[in-house]
């Protein structure tokens, strides 16, 4: 069996998508796998097939998450190694980042959810590497090396500057309606990127590609490993 289980139990696709609505609506802490069942129209035990409780399940959805996240951003790299570039890369990262609603809420502070993907130290440490900061930190250094940012700051810096603009982007693009009339959100902070990052002179084609292999190698190692915390989670195993 797949890790994703939901590909071959259209129950435990209805059940994930029943519980994502429901957390979103109510917060972690409210939610009882009674309605979760009740609204993805199955029996309680049926979730229990699943996932052997609720905590499991929710960590399993929030996985599946930033799962896709890394797969959309993976797929795009691997398709076009300029992905990479900076000034091509944060509007991805921030519009990829604002499809996915509960990772935007741990990003927004509810306690709940952070505890209860914190509570086991290898689920900390994971998730610790994903979090936009992490993957800043992880990400720039392969960017340095290859010449795609500037050699004149301090990497911390730059790393640190760059996380703040992605953070505040995410921010203002999470709500259209603070855009000015006739203003492209993304070309704005491609080109926000591009002045504070980029080098004078543009990194050739090699570098450019050396880069993006570097960078999927990173992104391939967290997909796995979110497909390892998946099947942990699940009661049913392949």
């Known amino acids: 069996m797949s890790q994703l289980i939901e590909r071959h139990s259209r129950k435990a696709a209805r059940i994930l998508d029943s ?11 409210k939610v009882t796998v009674s309605e979760i069942a009740r609204a993805a129209g199955v029996g309680k035990g049926t979730v229990y097939l699943y996932w052997p409780a609720k905590e ?14 890394m797969d959309e951003i993976t797929a795009r790299v691997s398709a076009d190694p300029a992905t990479v570039l900076p000034h091509r890369l944060a509007p991805l990262l921030v519009r990829t980042g604002l499809k996915f609603p509960l990772a935007r809420r741990v990003q927004s502070g509810d ?27 992880a990400g720039m250094p392969i960017h340095h090396r290859h010449g795609l940012i500037r050699h004149d700051r301090p990497l911390p810096e730059l790393t ?23 203003v492209d959100p993304d070309q704005v902070l491609a080109d926000t990127v591009a002045r504070l990052l980029e ?9 450019i590609a050396a ?8 992104l391939r190692q967290v997909q796995q490993s979110m497909l390892d915390l998946i099947e942990r989670s699940q009661t049913l195993q392949r």
């Open 19 to 29: 519980a994502r609505e429901l957390v979103l609506d109510h917060g972690v802490h």
């Open 199 to 207: 080098p004078a002179v543009a990194p050739g084609d090699s570098a």
């Open 211 to 218: 880069a993006a292999e570097e960078s999927l190698v990173f």
């Open 56 to 69: 499991d399940l929710i960590l399993g959805l929030f996985a599946r998450e930033l799962l896709a996240f």
């Open 111 to 137: 306690a709940d959810l952070l505890r209860l993907l914190t509570q086991q130290a290898g689920d900390r440490e994971l998730f610790a590497r994903t979090t936009p900061s992490a993957l800043c930190e």
């Open 160 to 182: 640190y500057a760059v996380h703040a603009v992605l953070t505040g982007f995410g921010a203002a693009l999470s709500d259209p309606a603070t855009a000015a009339l006739g």
